[in-house]
């Protein structure tokens, strides 16, 4: 019985897999996570290498389409206030299948858009959805993995957001020259997200409630001993209102603030950059779409590199702050960058910018999820959801901002902006639990038990 209970399909019968997956089934469910929000990502970034051709089309300004962008991101503090709560009651699988769905549906209505506001509607309708599946992926993903290093855990959680960017660019770059327009994207995008929600709603399934409240500071529970026939005890009732104690913590709240900092850059590179190059270095389109995927490239290999270290070396706030501080100064370079620069001299640019910055996030989430597992097992969901709830006011900050700066002083100015960000982060990281260098023999010794923080 044993046996089979555990065979790869047989997770499939029941609506929850009622054991912690190992091997083969533990990579496939894990993988899924990364598709479904590889293509969200893609979705969500598919206007940034077309952004030129939006504009010319509807005949409108970098300031008009910052505006919409910036309610977009009020939308999507909206979605991970409500949706973020639905990730820990009803498990994470429902915020993975039918976000996905909706794009679907959506980008095939963008691509039909008579006009500039239907099309931005639809946008702000997307960032909703996408909200509602950020805290889901998350704690998903540490669901799955409470024996690997964290920050591991997180790369390739990061593997997902680089690939949607990379994805974003790279289809822009091999398919604008055959089909120009911004509409072509819109279809391409609805086709990929028709496939991906099938194969999840399909294959993917959530731990149960009882399984997921084993996992405690990267261990897992041993699981009770249960006679033939007889059923596993039912989580305590009160599980969801213990997660509520995240929301009390003032060590995770000053945490939280580095995604602020960092969604800010992020937001510049996917949605910005390929304009950036278009208008301020006269790249084509497709070329700027090009160079900008040489830092995904790059960023994809740096956070696997970057989770190992942090995982090794055991410093979180350490690797985290030299990926801020070294990305703070490469924009600061590309920002000086003469506007003739040849093409290959931004591409080596920007694929060191990407290098660094990929030593930013699965460090910074390996310190957020101790910090949250240690307050209460059953509050991640709403943890993360915190963090997406703050994120959109660097993209309010930022859509406002950013064109209007653009406007009066220039692209470089703006890069620059972007790069003292980077600095910030790399100082918020202090307010994270554990030490910025931990010795050699310590390293050798097993990870304590997570107190319990504040």
Not at 80 to 96: E, H, K, N, Q, T
Not at 104 to 109: A, N, Q, R, T, W
Request: a positive charge; proline letters at 6%.
């Amino acid at each position: 019985m044993e046996g089979d209970k555990r065979s790869f399909w047989a997770y499939l019968k029941a609506p929850h897999v009622d054991f912690m997956p190992t091997g083969a089934l533990r990579w496939w469910l894990l993988a899924l996570i990364v598709l479904g929000w590889a293509v969200e990502q893609y979705e969500a970034l598919k206007n940034g290498p077309v952004l030129v051709y939006i504009l010319e089309d509807f005949d409108k300004s970098l300031v008009q389409w910052g505006q919409v962008a910036a309610v977009a991101g009020l939308v999507y503090s909206c979605g991970a206030v409500v949706l973020s709560r639905l990730a820990d009651r009803f498990g994470r699988r429902p915020l993975m299948i039918w976000p996905v769905f909706a794009y679907m549906g959506i980008s095939i209505l963008g691509a039909l858009s008579p006009n500039f506001w239907t099309l931005a509607f639809l946008v702000t309708a997307g960032q909703f959805m996408m909200a509602g599946m950020n805290p889901a992926v998350h704690a998903a993903s540490r669901d799955l993995t409470p024996r690997m290093g964290r920050a591991m855990v997180y790369s390739w959680v990061s593997l997902a957001f680089t690939i949607g960017a990379l994805m974003s660019t790279a289809v822009a770059a091999q398919t604008l020259p055959i089909w120009p327009g911004w509409r072509s994207q819109y279809w391409i995008a609805a086709a990929l997200a028709g496939v991906t929600a099938v194969l999840i709603f399909v294959f993917y399934r959530d731990l149960s409630l009882r399984v997921r409240g084993q996992i405690l500071q990267s261990q897992v529970l041993p699981e009770p001993e249960v006679a033939d026939g007889a059923t596993t005890a039912a989580p305590s009732p009160t599980a969801y209102d213990d997660g509520r104690l995240v929301y009390r913590s003032p060590r995770l709240w000053l945490l939280s603030t580095v995604i602020v900092f960092w969604a800010l850059t992020y937001v510049t590179v996917s949605g910005y950059v390929p304009t950036f190059l278009t208008q301020h270095h006269h790249l084509e389109p497709a070329k700027a779409a090009g160079v900008t995927s040489w830092f995904w490239v790059v960023f994809t290999i740096s956070v696997f590199i970057s989770g190992w270290l942090s995982d090794r070396l055991k410093v979180r706030k350490t690797v985290t702050a030299f990926g801020g501080v070294t990305t703070g100064c490469c924009f600061f370079i590309g920002a000086n960058l003469p506007t003739d620069a040849s093409a290959a001299t931004l591409i080596g640019v920007w694929s060191l910018t990407g290098f660094f910055a990929g030593f930013i996030y699965p460090a910074w989430c390996a310190i957020y999820s101790e910090t949250a597992e240690g307050i209460s097992p059953y509050g991640v969901g709403r943890a993360f959801g915190i963090t997406a709830t703050l994120s959109p006011i660097a993209g309010l900050f930022l859509n406002l901002g950013l064109p209007r700066v653009v406007e009066a002083f220039g692209w470089s100015t703006w890069m620059m902006i972007a790069g003292g960000c980077c600095f910030c982060a790399a100082v918020l990281v202090g307010f994270g639990h554990g030490p910025w260098w931990v010795s050699a023999a310590d390293r050798k010794n097993p990870v304590a038990p997570l107190a319990q923080v504040p």
